[in-house]
């Protein structure tokens, strides 16, 4: 019987254990061992397997790829641009709310604050020497809180101390060459480091432009501008120059309310923070000094670099929209750029209904009597 298989051709039948073997290249467990004479048969003639080869991305899946890649870029890059913008923007507001400290920190030790123009010392020649609205601060620039038996050395005094009334001959009413990074907003910055010295984005409430001395002489001796028109004047006691009357914060609570009045904004084309002369301290309201010449200085409408002149001596920054302010109260805004006109003109004024036109008792906006 074993003769007449081999004889016939019959393959010879394998042990189920070695078929078994077998099972873990994909032949089911329940062939082989059912049927193991037909497994043998089959596979007899040994076959190679072809080896598998990765397929690549085919043009239009990667065409389908980038396409959602551009439409997240566009969806993304403007929303990550505008964080980075309020991001500046909240920085610039809080550096504003430090300055805000430093002023009614000078307000509460002298009951008033300082004008635009001061007096910062006389120096070892015997001159009087101008300084702007920063240097009286640098005091207070700084000191964030004065505990009850401890004393902060705020981070600039050593400037005023140096530079100041007190300093030694060869500084007293020197400029200072230093840089104050609280006066310094990120959206106004040069990309030159050094450029930062004696750099400031903000400007104080000046008002209308004064009047040139010539001028003021024959004008019955008038003030160069109404402390009504805005809250820093003049106060720099030099010669032939009288400091004149601007109003304190109190006086301003009993008026038009410190929450309604500009103390400061942002400006582009501001001046060094040691300068004295008012368009590059100081913000005006209008661009003109008499009725008949009266061209209001809108928010932004000037925001290339340029020299400095009254037309320039207005609100402006680089944040979108708008420019960022702070209140008499110590408040911070933000003031769009489209705001009414007037209505941006009377927040300037501590007192509307006196504010006048340098030079003249021409009221601008005269109180209309009820009948």
């Not at 310094?184 to 400031?200: A, F, H, K, R, T």
């Not at 984005?201 to 040139?212: I, K």
């Not at 979108?320 to 302010?325: A, I, R």
């Not at 009377?346 to 006048?356: E, G, L, S």
Request: glycine share 6%.
């Amino acid at each position: 019987m074993r003769k007449s298989l081999i004889s016939s051709g019959v393959t010879k039948i394998e042990p189920v254990s070695r078929t078994l073997s077998k099972c873990a290249s994909g032949t089911p467990e329940s062939e082989v061992l059912n049927n193991p004479a037909s497994y043998t048969a089959r596979n007899a003639t040994t076959t190679r397997v072809k080896p598998l080869h990765c397929k690549g991305f085919a043009l239009k899946e990667l065409i389908a790829v980038l396409a959602i890649l551009m439409l997240l870029a566009i969806v993304l890059i403007p929303w990550v641009l505008q964080s980075r913008a309020i991001s500046r923007r909240d920085v610039c507001e809080r550096r504003q709310q430090q300055l805000a400290l430093a002023f009614m920190q000078y307000h509460d030790d002298f009951r008033q604050l300082p004008g635009y123009s001061n007096l910062q010392a006389v120096d070892q020649s015997g001159s009087p020497r101008a300084t702007g609205w920063v240097f009286p601060l640098t005091p207070y620039i700084g000191l964030d809180t004065i505990d009850e038996g401890s004393i902060q050395t705020p981070r600039y005094a050593e400037i005023y101390q140096q530079f100041g009334p007190l300093g030694k001959d060869q500084d007293r009413g020197q400029t200072p060459q230093a840089v104050l990074h609280p006066l310094l907003c990120p959206d106004n910055l040069p990309q030159d480091i050094e450029q930062w010295v004696g750099l400031s984005s903000y400007m104080v409430n000046s008002g209308m432009p004064d009047l040139e001395q010539s001028t003021q002489q024959e004008m019955k001796q008038l003030p160069p501008d109404w402390p009504a028109n805005g809250i820093f004047q003049n106060q720099f006691s030099g010669r032939n120059n009288p400091a004149f009357k601007q109003y304190n914060l109190e006086e301003i609570s009993e008026l038009d309310g410190r929450e309604n009045t500009l103390l400061l904004g942002e400006n582009i084309n501001t001046g060094k923070w040691t300068d004295s002369s008012e368009d590059e301290v100081g913000f005006v309201w209008a661009g003109a000094k008499t009725s008949s010449d009266l061209r209001p200085l809108a928010i932004n409408a000037e925001r290339e670099r340029t020299q400095h002149t009254m037309q320039t001596a207005r609100l402006s920054s680089y944040h979108p929209g708008g420019v960022n302010v702070l209140m008499a109260s110590g408040a911070t805004l933000f003031i769009n750029e489209l705001i009414d006109q007037e209505l941006f003109n009377r927040r300037m004024t501590p007192d509307d209904k006196k504010a006048r036109y340098p030079g003249t008792e021409e009221y601008i906006w005269p109180v209309v009597e009820e009948k």
